[in-house]
């Protein structure tokens, strides 16, 4: 049998995730497992993107969350309270939860996973921050063994979006603003990303994880990018730095230590790990791993002990990649219900016992470079270009870079070529008596 999903939300978020979850040709086989049972909506006129039965679409959600035959409500509606209340009921109900809700995870993260550990269920959130980027797992599994320092990420991709081009066009903060407004990068009411607050509920969340202890949200020193000026940046710029909007946890225990500092400003145990957290525009040296990270794009650098820095770069948002985040974590619910039957967790176990296919390097399509030398004899070029021609070897470009002794140097790039015509055309052109030799030959991205 199935395992049913009760979604909440067919919005960007939702509609990605049915989409997904409705194309079979998906990777792993344990999502054709998944049943889209119902999806909750606030209205059913509305058209939409994806085709579900009439039985699945309902404005019900409170009979969603509380139905005995939905095993994992996916809450993909966003807002604060109403998410917040479902995801409890659900929760009291015996359903397993995946959220993609930083706000709601961020305020009431205490309330809900307190009532989550009473019932014996999970709750996955792996979409709440950096969008389709995988760090919530990485955090609390392949990581969990390190001892971690700081945790800095660009995790609002407006803001980023803005600096970058306020970096790169010199422009002042309020047109970039509007400019990207009238894109759709940026929300009619900014307010949430522009003063560091979005920013603000990921880094608690992701601080949460890398110390093990939960964060209050008041404790998170948040400040936005409204007041960074282009004067800064170009200033920055000549300085060596970029301006990025981080958002830093880090362990205080060494400052603490300097400063003879031990009260921490919310109450807690001896034990609990002394950290700091914090959303501000910040100057970033150029050759930074973060200082690289442009526009919608986020990134979380990581550096523990033993492992050093590790950085997981890619897309904050989006509903494909929010998608990927949302199955990723149905599809750790599914297997861990199917836990109980089955000896072996099927994503830990090997699930494939045959052979891929692989394409041999002579069909393989790529581009080219390549360095000849050859005699300094007029029309050396164009018996190149015939040789290649005669093979279906098309060339970006082909110049002569200078000599070496008495021998010409002509360096040679194609456009995408399959290996097997581009090593018969060498084969050609190595019986040219202009040639000398081919020192250099190396595959180009
Ligand atoms: N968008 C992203 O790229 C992204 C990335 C990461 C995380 N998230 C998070 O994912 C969540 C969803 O975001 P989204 O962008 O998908 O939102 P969205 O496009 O605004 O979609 C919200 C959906 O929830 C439904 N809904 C909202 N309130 C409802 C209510 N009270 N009763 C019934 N249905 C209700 C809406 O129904 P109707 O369609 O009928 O209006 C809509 O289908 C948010 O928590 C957001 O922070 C989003």
Same mark, same amino acid.
């Given at each position: 049998?199935?395992?049913?999903?009760?979604?909440?939300?067919?919005?960007?978020? /939702?509609?990605?995730?049915?989409?997904?979850?409705?194309?079979?040709?998906?990777?792993?086989?344990?999502?054709?497992?998944?049943?889209?049972?119902?999806?909750?909506?606030?209205?059913?006129?509305?058209?939409?993107?994806?085709?579900?039965?009439?039985?699945? %679409?309902?404005?019900?959600?409170?009979?969603?969350?509380?139905?005995?035959?939905?095993?994992?409500?996916?809450?993909?509606?966003?807002?604060?309270?109403?998410?917040?209340?479902?995801?409890?009921?659900?929760?009291?109900? *015996?359903?397993?939860?995946?959220?993609?809700?930083?706000?709601?995870?961020?305020?009431? *993260?205490?309330?809900?996973?307190?009532?989550?550990?009473?019932?014996?269920?999970?709750?996955?959130?792996?979409?709440?921050?950096?969008?389709?980027?995988?760090?919530?797992?990485?955090?609390?599994?392949?990581?969990?063994?390190?001892?971690?320092?700081?945790?800095?990420?660009?995790?609002?991709?407006?803001?980023?979006?803005?600096?970058?081009?306020?970096?790169?066009?010199? $422009?002042?903060?309020?047109?970039?603003? !509007?400019?990207?407004?009238?894109? $759709?990068? !940026?929300?009619?009411?900014?307010?949430?990303?522009?003063?560091?607050?979005? !920013?603000?509920?990921?880094?608690?969340?992701?601080?949460? %994880?890398?110390?093990?202890?939960?964060?209050?949200?008041?404790? @998170?020193?948040?400040? $936005?990018?409204?007041?960074?000026?282009?004067?800064?940046?170009?200033?920055?710029?000549?300085?060596?730095?970029?301006?990025?909007?981080?958002?830093?946890?880090?362990?205080?225990?060494?400052?603490?230590?300097?400063?003879?500092?031990?009260?921490?400003?919310?109450?807690?145990?001896?034990?609990?790990?002394?950290?700091?957290?914090?959303?501000?525009?910040? %100057?970033?040296?150029?050759?930074?791993?973060?200082?690289?990270?442009?526009? @919608?794009?986020?990134?979380?650098?990581?550096?523990?002990?033993?492992?050093?820095? @590790?950085?997981?770069?890619?897309?904050?948002?989006?509903?494909? !990649?929010?998608?990927?985040?949302?199955?990723?974590?149905?599809?750790?619910?599914?297997?861990?219900?199917?836990?109980?039957?089955?000896?072996?967790?099927?994503?830990?176990?090997?699930?494939?016992?045959?052979?891929?296919?692989?394409?041999?390097?002579?069909?393989?399509?790529?581009?080219?470079?390549?360095?000849?030398?050859?005699?300094?004899?007029?029309?050396?070029?164009?018996?190149?270009?015939?040789?290649?021609?005669?093979?279906?070897?098309?060339?970006?470009?082909?110049?002569?870079?200078?000599?070496? /002794?008495?021998?010409?140097?002509?360096?040679?790039?194609?456009?995408?070529?399959?290996? $097997?015509?581009?090593?018969?055309?060498?084969?050609?052109?190595?019986?040219?008596?202009?040639?000398?030799?081919?020192?250099?030959?190396?595959?180009?991205?």
């Amino acid at each position: 049998m199935g395992v049913k999903l009760g979604i909440l939300g067919l919005g960007t978020v /939702g509609t990605g995730t049915v989409q997904l979850l409705q194309d079979k040709s998906f990777r792993h086989p344990l999502l054709q497992e998944v049943e889209i049972y119902r999806v909750g909506v606030r209205s059913l006129d509305k058209p939409r993107a994806v085709t579900l039965p009439d039985s699945v %679409l309902t404005t019900d959600l409170e009979a969603i969350v509380s139905d005995p035959a939905v095993d994992i409500v996916v809450e993909v509606m966003g807002g604060l309270e109403k998410a917040r209340s479902l995801i409890l009921k659900a929760i009291q109900n *015996g359903k397993h939860v995946v959220t993609a809700n930083k706000a709601v995870i961020s305020r009431f *993260g205490d309330e809900i996973f307190t009532a989550a550990n009473q019932a014996g269920v999970y709750v996955m959130l792996e979409a709440a921050v950096g969008g389709g980027i995988p760090v919530i797992q990485p955090l609390k599994q392949s990581l969990s063994v390190n001892r971690i320092h700081t945790v800095t990420g660009i995790i609002n991709g407006t803001t980023n979006y803005i600096l970058t081009r306020m970096q790169t066009e010199g $422009g002042n903060f309020s047109d970039v603003l !509007a400019d990207a407004q009238r894109l $759709g990068y !940026a929300e009619a009411d900014p307010t949430a990303d522009v003063d560091g607050l979005d !920013a603000a509920d990921k880094i608690a969340i992701l601080a949460s %994880l890398a110390f093990g202890g939960r964060i209050k949200l008041k404790d @998170v020193y948040s400040e $936005g990018i409204r007041q960074v000026s282009k004067t800064d940046i170009a200033y920055a710029e000549k300085l060596g730095f970029v301006i990025k909007l981080l958002a830093i946890a880090q362990s205080a225990a060494p400052l603490a230590a300097i400063a003879n500092r031990t009260t921490p400003s919310s109450p807690s145990s001896p034990s609990s790990p002394l950290i700091s957290v914090r959303v501000h525009p910040t %100057l970033v040296p150029k050759a930074h791993p973060l200082a690289s990270i442009n526009g @919608v794009n986020n990134a979380i650098l990581i550096e523990g002990e033993p492992i050093g820095q @590790v950085m997981f770069f890619g897309p904050g948002a989006g509903a494909g !990649a929010t998608a990927s985040a949302v199955s990723s974590d149905i599809l750790n619910l599914v297997a861990a219900l199917k836990k109980s039957k089955t000896a072996l967790n099927p994503l830990l176990a090997c699930a494939h016992q045959d052979y891929c296919q692989i394409v041999p390097m002579a069909e393989l399509v790529t581009r080219f470079y390549a360095r000849f030398l050859t005699k300094d004899q007029p029309g050396v070029i164009g018996k190149l270009g015939t040789c290649f021609g005669n093979h279906g070897v098309s060339l970006e470009s082909i110049v002569q870079t200078g000599f070496q /002794g008495e021998l010409a140097e002509i360096v040679v790039v194609t456009h995408d070529v399959q290996e $097997g015509d581009f090593r018969q055309a060498l084969t050609e052109i190595q019986t040219l008596t202009a040639v000398d030799s081919i020192p250099s030959l190396l595959r180009v991205v």
